[in-house]
C-alpha cells in the first residue's frame, strides 16, 4: 500500500496538467474615477473566451477552469462604452493567465499594472528582459532598411552590412531564448519560446534535445503533447531523413513521383502563383537549373495553387519559363508539412534529404560544391 501512494504521488505534478483547474482573478483599481467593467480575453482549447464583470467599488472579479497556462488580455471600459467600441486607445494588458490566485493592481493604468500570483507571468517578463537588446538590435536593422532611400536598397555593399547584422542579431537571440529554455526546464514559458524559435519550420537537430530537457510536466502538458507531436512530424522532412515518397498528375495529367528522380538530385520547390518571393526566386533557380540541368540536377515544382487557380498557375509557370515539370497536389504538401512558401528540399540521388530551404546564393554555393 505505502508503495502505491509513493508511485501516486510521483505521478501527482505529471496528472495536473491533465486536468482542469480554477483561476481567481483579482483586479483591484485604485483610481479616482470608477471603472465600469472589466474584460478577460483568452483561448481556451479552439475557443475565445470574453468574459466580464462589473464594477464592484473598483474591484473586479474573475474566474475560470484552465488547462495550462494562456496568454490573456485584461481591458478595463472607464467609459461604460462596451468593448467594441473601445478602439485602439483601450486600457489594456496583455500578461499569463493560470491555475492560481492572481491579483492585478492598478494605480494608473491597466498598462503599468502590478500582477503577482501568475508563475508563468513572471517568468515570460523575466524572458522579455533577457531578450529586449537583441530585439531591439533586429528591429534597428529593419528600420534602417525601411528608411534607407531607393537608391540605397540597390547597394549591394549596404545590402549585405544590412543582413550580416541581422544574421548576427537573429543568432544572439535564439542563443539567449536556447539558454532560457534550458535554465527554466520547469518552465511553460519555455516551451512557449521554443514555439516562437522555430515557427513551423522545426529543425529537429535542435529542437530535438530541448524539448527532451523540459521537464515531464511540461512534455506532458496538452501544448507539449501537442508540440511533440509537431517535432515527430518534422522528423519526417528533417535533413537526413528519406523523402516521403509520393505520386501526382502534373500539368499535362501525366503521372510523376518521387521514384522518377532515383539517381538524381532534384530539388522539390514548393511556390505558388501568387506568392510573390516565390517568384522572384525563379529566376536565380532558372539558371541553377540551366547550369546543372546536365550534371544529374533537376527540378520539380509543387504549387499551392488550388484547383480554383489553375488559369493562374499554368500562366506563371509560362511567363516565368520554367521548363521543370509541375504539380499541384495538397497532399504532398500536407506530406512535407509546408506552411509557409517559398520552401524547399534537396533530395539527393538515394532519396534522402540533404538540404532545405536553398534560395539565392544559398542554392547556388550548394549546387556547386555538388557538382564541383
Known sequence: MQLRIFLALCFLPIMTWAQNSKFVLNVKADLHSKVAKAYLIYRSGEKIIIDSVPANNNHFQL??????????????????????????????????????????????????????????????????????EAVKAINRVYMAFSTAPAGKKNDKTFMDSLQTKLTASVNGKRDLQKQF???????????????????????????????????????????GISYSAAIDKARLTAIGATAPAFTAKDVHAKTIGLKNFRGKYVLLDFWASWCRPCRAENPNLLKAYRRYKNQRFNVLGISLDTKQERKQWLAAIKKDGMPWRQIADPDVVKMYDVHGIPQNFLVDPTGKIIAKNLRGDELNKALANIFK
Open 63 to 132: 474566474t475560470d477552469t484552465l488547462s495550462e497556462p494562456v496568454m490573456a488580455q485584461l481591458v478595463l471600459d472607464h467609459d461604460g462604452v462596451g468593448l467594441d467600441k473601445l478602439g485602439r486607445g483601450e486600457d489594456l494588458r496583455e500578461f499569463y493567465l493560470e491555475s492560481a490566485n492572481i491579483d492585478v493592481s492598478v494605480t494608473d493604468s491597466v498598462r503599468t499594472a502590478s500582477i503577482t500570483g501568475s508563475k508563468s507571468n513572471d517568468e515570460y517578463e523575466f524572458y522579455t528582459n533577457s531578450v529586449a
Open 181 to 223: 529554455i534550458i535554465r527554466h526546464p520547469g518552465s511553460y514559458i519555455s516551451l512557449v519560446v521554443m514555439k516562437a524559435m522555430f515557427g513551423d519550420d522545426i529543425d529537429v537537430t535542435v529542437a530535438g534535445p530541448l524539448f527532451k530537457n523540459l521537464s515531464p510536466e511540461i512534455r506532458l502538458s496538452p501544448s
